[in-house]
């Protein structure tokens, strides 16, 4: 079973930028797709970016050219660098690794305010 663990929120000003990160422990998960979620508060969760197993990445439109997803397998961990942060990105962070099930990080709280 693969546990994760996302860490590197915070409160950050308009325009500013956070790396957050998600290891991986347990089984192998270098072959599954991963990706980054949000939830605001009154919203549905929703896709940020998603990378797959072979470095193919996608975002949501909201936050092309300003988030970047990466992984590195011989860490086992998944990124996701923000920058040029506006408030409406604040909400809580999800890493997860994608399958039947997929599995959930614990979130990671990112508010932007000035």
């Known amino acids: 079973q693969v546990q994760l663990v996302a860490s590197g929120g915070g409160l950050v000003q308009p325009g500013g930028s956070l790396r957050l990160s998600c290891a991986a422990s347990?089984?192998?998960?270098?072959?599954?797709?991963m990706g980054w979620y949000r939830q605001a508060p009154g919203k549905q969760r929703e896709l940020v970016a998603r990378?797959?197993?072979?470095?193919?990445?996608n975002y949501a439109d909201s936050v092309k050219g300003r988030f970047t997803i990466s992984r590195d397998n011989a860490k086992n961990t998944v990124y996701l660098q923000m920058n040029s942060l506006k408030p409406e990105d604040t909400a809580v962070y999800y890493c997860?690794?994608?399958?039947?099930?997929?599995?959930w990080g614990q979130g990671t709280q990112v508010t932007v305010s000035s």
């Open positions: 997860a690794l994608l399958g039947a099930p997929t599995t």
């Open positions: 347990g089984s192998s998960s270098r072959s599954n797709a």
């Open positions: 990378i797959f197993s072979g470095g193919s990445t």
